[in-house]
């Protein structure tokens, strides 16, 4: 009766599994600090997506680890860059997978920060949205089907919604980070991407954890701006954003259960201090109950393999 009555049920479909892909292939293998996660080679990423497709997974993210890095990112919009391979061969071997490919400037650069840097050393706002916009055509072009900026620059979602349909992209999606928050839980990952900002943080574009309001005015832009779907990220410590914004907007609410999250959970059970299958299973929940519609984690091949 329990199941009969049961509120909320995690789909394989509505979760995302990032993925790391390595442009050398040197630096393809295991990330010391996400246990269970790799850094793949273009041909690894393409057999892992035969595998996430086959679990039935709701979709992809790809993230590029360029083999050489820039002050001004220039390899994040080359047609032959890591991630517009990677899409290209997805798509070609699994028309049907959706492919999101997160857009971002900080794996690009050899400074490490999210953005172009002005005289002052700071993110300069409007030349970063010029990277993204050319980045983003050159994602449109590979064939990723969803381009998902996580810079939280201004204006970067209208910019790159007018550049997309003026190339007649109308169908490829726009899924922005529009709550990203300057948290600790992104920790792990900036190893995993080589992304640590080699001076400075990200707190002049990434949001204060104290500011709930804000995030809503930042999505309220976001929709105005023409994005198909708003993210709120990280998760756990935001649950009463993603709720919010499910009650204020129509539009799918995605949710990124971050790097930080997923290790603390796999520390801990690889000591042995908690039970990961009844800690995740509990956690997707909680999510669902906040309201998001969609679940971008590291768990998500692991939770649709035993959900079969
Ligand atoms: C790129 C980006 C980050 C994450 C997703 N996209 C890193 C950051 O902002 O520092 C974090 C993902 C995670 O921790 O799992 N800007």
């Known amino acids: 009766m329990r199941e009969l009555v049961r509120e909320h049920r995690i789909d394989p479909a509505q979760l995302v599994q990032p993925l790391f892909v390595v442009e050398n292939p040197k630096d393809a293998g295991p990330i010391a600090s996400m246990p269970g996660i790799e850094r793949f080679t273009l041909q690894g990423a393409v057999h892992e997506a035969r595998t996430l497709d086959a679990l039935g997974l709701g979709a992809v993210l790809l993230f590029g680890i360029p083999e050489t890095k820039d002050a001004a990112a220039t390899k994040n919009y080359d047609p032959a860059g890591i991630v517009q391979q990677t899409a290209r061969e997805i798509k070609n071997a699994l028309p049907h997978m959706v492919v999101i490919a997160d857009l971002c400037n900080c794996e690009y650069t050899d400074h490490g920060h999210c953005g172009i840097l002005n005289e002052l ?3 300069d706002n409007d030349s970063t949205v ?13 064939g990723v089907d969803v381009v998902a900026p ?8 209208r ?3 007018e550049a997309l349909d003026a190339e007649d992209f109308e169908e490829t999606a726009i899924m922005s980070y529009s709550a990203k928050y300057a948290s600790a839980f992104y920790g792990p ?13 990200r707190r002049t574009y990434q949001m204060d954890p104290s500011n709930g309001r804000e995030a809503l005015r930042e999505m309220a832009l976001d929709a105005q701006e023409g994005a198909d779907i708003l993210m709120v990220k990280p998760a756990l410590a935001y649950l009463d954003i993603v709720r919010a914004a499910r009650d204020r907007f129509d539009l799918p609410i995605a949710l990124y259960n971050v790097s930080g999250e997923y290790s603390m959970i796999k520390a801990a059970a690889i000591n042995g201090w908690i039970d990961e299958e009844r800690a995740v299973h509990e956690m997707l929940v909680s999510f669902a109950r906040a309201g998001a519609n969609i679940v971008i984690t590291y768990f998500a091949k692991e939770y649709a393999a035993r959900s079969r």
């Open 159 to 161: 910019a790159i919604r």
């Open 121 to 123: 050393g700071d993110v």
């Open 150 to 157: 996580s810079d939280m620059m201004d204006g970067r979602v």
């Open 189 to 201: 990952f900036r190893e995993a991407a080589g992304s640590t900002p080699q001076f400075g943080d």
């Open 130 to 142: 010029e990277v993204l916009t050319r980045t983003a055509l050159t994602y449109a072009r590979s």
